[in-house]
């Protein structure tokens, strides 16, 4: 049991990190979970858990990058909470088989966005134009708050890679700086798993025995993700994560197929 522990804390810190990073934590977290012996059910309900503390972690340690983006930020939270709580009643109530064979292409896309994404910043970053704002700004809102709720149902009912769709949406639909807007996903994705872990304890069952010594893990490699993310090279870390989400999607749609 002890040597359980030690691999649960080691796995929840490189979780942690990945998931404060990229939102790409269920790369380890959730294979370290079945290795252990958790059942897959349990183990899914089990990992959303433990993320919570990844997301205290990287919360506490993205005070500067959220400062003065309270307004728009509670406006993407009541989004995804709307979507979340949708996610995790399905998860309780319908067979994820099926939603299993679309989640890879779902990923790809997301690892799209983000390239797409970097290549938009850098347009608006070299023009000086700003006349068209006002006319598209309702439809940016609309499509905006569409695809924030259905990402939001995504991580309530499957999860995987939920942040880094998070981190794609977010990426396109505002102009913010990438640390800026990581700063947020990790915010919107801890308020995710805290509501979907509200529902979890009444309608499932929980292993709180492994969620403890991975929540340690996690809670310090999500407090250490957001300081790597003000220190290394933006483009290149996109391009990581874009191609982290790229090898994900292709291991999902073998594991689907």
Partial sequence: MFWIIIFLVIAGFLAGLLQSVAGLASLVSYPALLIVGVPPVIANVTNT????????????????????????????????????????????????????????????????????SSRKKKAIDGSSLAGSKNSQGTWKLIISAICIVLVGGYTGYFGAAGGVLFLAILSAITDEEFHIVNAMKNVITFVGNLTATCIFIFKSHIA?????????????????????????????????????AFGLAAYLLLAAY
């Fill in 49 to 116: 858990t433990a993320l919570i503390f990844s997301g205290i972690g990287s919360l506490i340690s993205s005070s500067k990058e959220l400062k003065g983006h309270w307004k728009k930020l509670s406006f993407f939270i009541v989004l995804s909470l709307i979507g979340s709580v949708g996610g995790s009643y399905l998860l309780l109530h319908l067979p994820s088989a099926s939603f299993e064979k679309v989640v890879p292409f779902f990923i790809f896309g997301a690892g799209v966005l983000l390239l797409l």
């Fill in 208 to 244: 709180w025995h492994y969620v403890i010594p991975m929540g340690i893990g996690l809670l310090a490699g999500g407090y250490v993700g957001p300081i790597i993310v003000r220190h290394v090279n933006i483009h290149l870390l996109r391009i990581l994560i874009a191609f982290a």
